[in-house]
């Protein structure tokens, strides 16, 4: 059997297709290495250079008081809208069942229905001393009332800042803030307790006092 030995150190001395196709490959490879190599080392470089966009490019104040009012503006354009006032419709028939506990006891209605013009002052005194008597007999029966201020009425009062403007009306020439001072013209009445007796079902309130016939 012969044996053959290679020598690695012998360069050829030819180039055929094959050896430039080869020797193409290498260098196209290299290339491509290269070009690789030089996009990620640019890219490491931008990346280290490239500002952050809060240090990079201060926002000039006036801009940012400008976007802070847009925000407000905002912020009260999207707010919820006030709740709608709910106004509490009050039913009649308390009203027209005390207009009749007055007719009944103090004969109300006949009285303020009635053409006075052709009686005398001491006709209507002692008409009107006849409806006082059953009116106050039945507000006290039907009503408990409190004066508002125990003060005597024509004594000066000194309403301080914050007083309840639904208790006491300030008339007159209103000047300036609290605390005011001034007469006190009228005390004014404050119901505590109500004790309106229970209708029946079906009963007509609206019949404040029927016809009477008599037999």
Known sequence: MNNYAIDL???????DLWHVYLAGTVVLLSLILIVLLLSMVVGLMRSKKKPTV?????????????????????????????????????TPDAALQLLGLLQKEARFI??????????????????????HEGCNKAINEHFTLDAIRNEQEGSKVTLQEGFDAATVRLTGNI??????????????????????????LGHNAAIVAPAEVEL
């Open 110 to 131: 006949d009285f303020i229905k009635e053409d006075i013009t052709a009686f005398s002052d001491a006709d209507i005194g002692v008409a009107a001393r006849v409806v």
């Open 9 to 15: 150190s012998l360069k050829p001395t030819t180039f």
């Open 175 to 200: 000047v300036g803030s609290a605390p005011f001072t001034g007469t006190l013209v009228h005390k004014g009445w404050r119901v505590t307790n109500i004790r309106l007796p229970k209708l029946t």
């Open 54 to 90: 809060e240090s990079a490019v201060p926002i000039p104040e006036p801009v940012v008081k400008v976007v802070e009012k847009i925000v407000e503006v905002e912020k009260v354009i999207h707010a919820p809208a006030p709740e709608p006032v709910v106004l509490k419709e009050a």
